[in-house]
């Protein structure tokens, strides 16, 4: 391999190009290629610096943004909580009936077993 295809190889390797099936032999067609496909790159290059500077969002922006994100964490967090202080007064009011249940339970069971026994003795 000579030394001007091996820099061919690096210029079609760096800049995408490809090999194909089609390449050229002459070092002046390589030398134009090369040329023109560098400065697709920096055309390129230059093309995406421009678009994300514009696609940047400003900082008064990127604030209110922030503002509204906590905002939304808030309400979150908020939610949550109320859920949870609801659920735990249903336990409480439910763990409470219980107690009365089984209280009101074993009056009654008291109150029949002691109208069996004078109802026994009787």
């Not at 190889?9 to 067609?29: A, R």
């Not at 230059?46 to 969002?57: D, F, K, Y």
């Not at 503002?67 to 439910?94: D, F, G, N, S, V």
Request: charged share 15%; net charge positive; with cysteine.
């Amino acid at each position: 391999m000579d030394y001007y295809d091996v820099i061919w190889i690096m210029v079609v390797t760096v800049t995408n190009l490809g090999f194909g099936d089609f390449t050229p032999s002459y070092w002046g067609s390589r030398t134009i290629i090369a040329i023109v496909s560098v400065f697709g790159v920096f055309q390129t290059a230059c093309i995406v610096g421009v678009l994300s500077e514009a696609l940047v969002i400003p900082i008064e922006e990127k604030r209110m943004l922030g503002m509204m994100e906590k905002q939304r964490i808030y309400k979150i967090r908020r939610h949550a909580a109320a859920t949870l202080i609801q659920q735990a007064w249903r336990r409480y009011c439910l763990h409470r009936q219980m107690k009365l249940r089984c209280f009101i339970l074993c009056l009654f069971v008291c109150l029949f077993v002691l109208i069996l026994k004078t109802s026994i003795y009787s």
